[in-house]
T-cell receptor, first 113, second 113 residues
Framework: DQQVKQNSPSLSVQEGRISILNCDYTNSMFDYFLWYKKYPAEGPTFLISISSIKDKNEDGRFTVFLNKSAKHLSLHIVPSQPGDSAVYFCAASVTSGTYKYIFGTGTRLKVLA | AAGVIQSPRHLIKEKRETATLKCYPIPRHDTVYWYQQGPGQDPQFLISFYEKMQSDKGSIPDRFSAQQFSDYHSELNMSSLELGDSALYFC????????????FGSGTRLTVV
């Protein structure tokens, strides 16, 4: 049973426009969420996080929104740049546990110049 | 800045052979996590260590074992390799059991033939 789901395997966006990547989860115990970016042949790179006590966290061009009632989070990238082309994973954790993360299946973002 | 070092980067083994993957965390990091990412799949948590003790265990087969040494590096030992063990193996490190995104290594690509 996939506890963290990213239903869009791929997304193409024009440079300068907004990229919106979505993630849904089923476990209501999750209270900390992360987004990772992954380039081929490299390990995932941490992008941004959000705690369940917040509904929004912003860091430069990246904003993560959390809707706890819908068990949904999204990552907004504005403006999108060609260098943002990568696979994006959302991950969730229960912070009272041992901080292992459950990853989503990933969304491949392609930003077109 | 020093990153998480994994060795080897690539490894080819035959079925039923053994393999040892190594992970050297960022200096002063005392917590190591191992993840397995199969082709086209999301990273799956295998096992973690905090201060040289196993802190959590995920979907790690009984054929696999791991440990963390006094210098905090970790080794993942895999025996009786099967074709399905072919995957990218990532380790990540943090200092202490913290919530935020941890730093991943570039991974070891294991191919079992």
């Amino acid at each position: 049973d996939q506890q963290v789901k990213q239903n869009s395997p791929s997304l193409s966006v024009q440079e300068g426009r907004i990229s919106i990547l979505n993630c849904d989860y089923t476990n209501s115990m999750f209270d900390y969420f992360l987004w990772y970016k992954k380039y081929p042949a490299e390990g995932p790179t941490f992008l941004i996080s959000i705690s369940s006590i917040k509904d929004k966290n912003e860091d430069g061009r990246f904003t993560v929104f959390l809707n706890k009632s819908a068990k949904h989070l999204s990552l907004h990238i504005v403006p999108s740049q060609p260098g943002d082309s990568a696979v994006y994973f959302c991950a969730a954790s229960v912070t009272s546990g041992t901080y292992k993360y459950i990853f989503g299946t990933g969304t491949r973002l392609k930003v077109l110049a | 800045a020093a990153g998480v070092i994994q060795s080897p980067r690539h490894l080819i083994k035959e079925k039923r052979e053994t393999a040892t993957l190594k992970c050297y965390p960022i200096p002063r990091h005392d917590t190591v996590y191992w993840y397995q990412q199969g082709p086209g799949q999301d990273p799956q948590f295998l096992i973690s260590f905090y201060e040289k003790m196993q802190s959590d265990k995920g979907s790690i087969p009984d054929r696999f074992s791991a440990q963390q040494f006094s210098d905090y590096h970790s080794e993942l030992n895999m025996s009786s390799l099967e074709l399905g063990d072919s995957a990218l193996y990532f380790c990540a490190s943090t200092y202490g059991l913290i919530y935020d995104g941890y730093t991943f290594g570039s991974g070891t690509r294991l191919t079992v033939v």
